[in-house]
């Protein structure tokens, strides 16, 4: 009997350790958030959140509403602003599913370290959704633009954002933790991808814009933001992000193109892309090597070219080399004369190779970026030609 009245003493105190259900929340009293969008009004940061409307959702054969809704308010801090979207909203905004954030110039341009403080300290929100810049107008406006194929814009967003980084060189895929990353690491800076509305911006806000079959209103991605660690300084264009990706090994498939001896273009699939960066002191200077290897597969020739000839794919090889070398320089060469900021990562790969050059570089480095000598390997690989030898314009009959 005394055993049994120990054992039941003892469990009765391992219950008492148990945390139960204390911090529950119930599925009813929360708002999903799946995208947000930070301006910034004056000393004032604005936040507007898209949340989802579960019911429109789950009723996909009689929607009448907007599957998501917005909500917003202003606060001369984040979690103020974010506390008093309460005022509007019926439920407590959840932001562990968040998929994209959207930041506005306005922001970007003061800095966004302020703005990132509060999402990376709350211990809710998960570090993997996708930020970008708003271009040209306030990202709120971004996020309202209604959107086909994916019916929630927030996940157009992230979808459309993933497989442009994955299928067309130009932009690039950030997460919260990369982000931050690059602007406390030394020797490299950050980019964010752009986004712009384009077309009718109002007329994006309504459901008739995915009614029909050419939207009124459409999201684009464009070109990659240069940061100096948190603050926007400028952009690249759609050339020079793309030789950005090339060198900072962030291309997985794009499509280039070369000219045919009789003036027409030839287009290349890259299939398969690898770049590696090294850095080397020369004479106490940096030096960066950056060989890429590409592979690629010829997806269309509009030209009269005899592709049998491996003479010919030779030739195609050599100016596919020299249009990836230009792609490069060209990047690098306006980063370095418009920008003055190492957003390549040129300083780590100093910094890798030699640790204790690196130490006494560092403290003036932009006056050695600006400068630096970049020798450039490139090789480029012909794989497949496609189900025929022969371009089509040879087929035809003068």
């Not at 917005?70 to 001369?76: D, G, L, Q, R």
């Amino acid at each position: 009997m005394r055993r049994f009245g120990l054992r039941m003493l003892m469990a009765m105190m391992l219950v008492s350790l148990l945390t139960g259900c204390w911090n529950r929340k119930e599925l009813n009293d929360l708002g999903i958030q799946l995208g947000a969008a930070i301006d910034k009004i004056g000393d004032q940061y604005q936040v507007a959140v898209q949340v989802v409307v579960p019911g429109e959702v789950a009723n996909r054969n009689n929607r009448v509403a907007s599957p998501v809704t917005m909500f917003k308010a202003s606060a001369p801090s984040l979690f103020a602003a974010f506390r008093k979207l309460t005022e509007t909203s019926p439920r407590k905004i959840y932001g562990a599913h968040i998929r994209v954030l959207v930041l506005g110039e306005s922001v970007a341009k003061e800095g966004i370290a302020g703005a990132l403080d509060l999402l990376l300290r709350d211990h809710e929100i998960r570090s993997d959704f996708y930020a970008m810049i708003a271009k040209g107008v306030p990202a709120e406006r971004v996020l309202k633009v209604m959107t086909s194929l994916e019916q929630i814009p927030a996940n157009k967003l992230f979808h459309s954002l993933d497989t442009s980084a994955k299928a067309w060189a130009p932009t690039t895929t950030v997460t919260l933790d990369q982000l931050i990353e690059k602007m406390l690491t030394e020797g490299v800076n950050p980019v964010l991808t752009g986004i712009r509305v384009i077309g009718e911006i109002q007329n994006g806000e309504k459901k008739s814009n995915v009614e029909e079959i050419d939207s009124e209103a459409k999201l684009l991605f464009t070109g990659l933001a240069v940061l100096e660690k948190d603050r926007l300084i400028g952009w690249l264009n759609e050339q020079e992000s793309k030789g950005y990706n090339y060198i900072t090994d962030q291309v997985t498939s794009t499509a280039g193109f070369v000219t045919c001896p009789s003036g027409e273009l030839l287009t290349l699939e890259t299939i398969h892309s690898h770049t590696e960066m090294k850095g080397k002191i020369e004479n106490g200077e940096p030096v960066v090597q950056i060989k890429l290897v590409d592979e690629s597969n010829i997806a269309e020739a509009a030209c009269k070219i005899d592709l049998s000839n491996p003479e010919t794919i030779r030739m195609i090889e050599a100016e596919q080399k020299r249009k990836k070398i230009e792609l490069m320089e060209n990047a690098v060469n306006v980063v370095k004369s418009k920008y003055k900021t190492d957003i390549f990562g040129f300083g780590q790969a100093i910094y890798r190779a030699d640790p204790k050059a690196w130490s006494k570089l560092k403290a003036n480095w932009v006056e050695h970026f600006v400068r630096m000598k970049i020798e450039y390997d490139v090789q480029v690989h012909i794989r497949k030609i496609g189900m025929t030898e022969t371009p089509l314009q040879n087929e035809l009959k003068e």
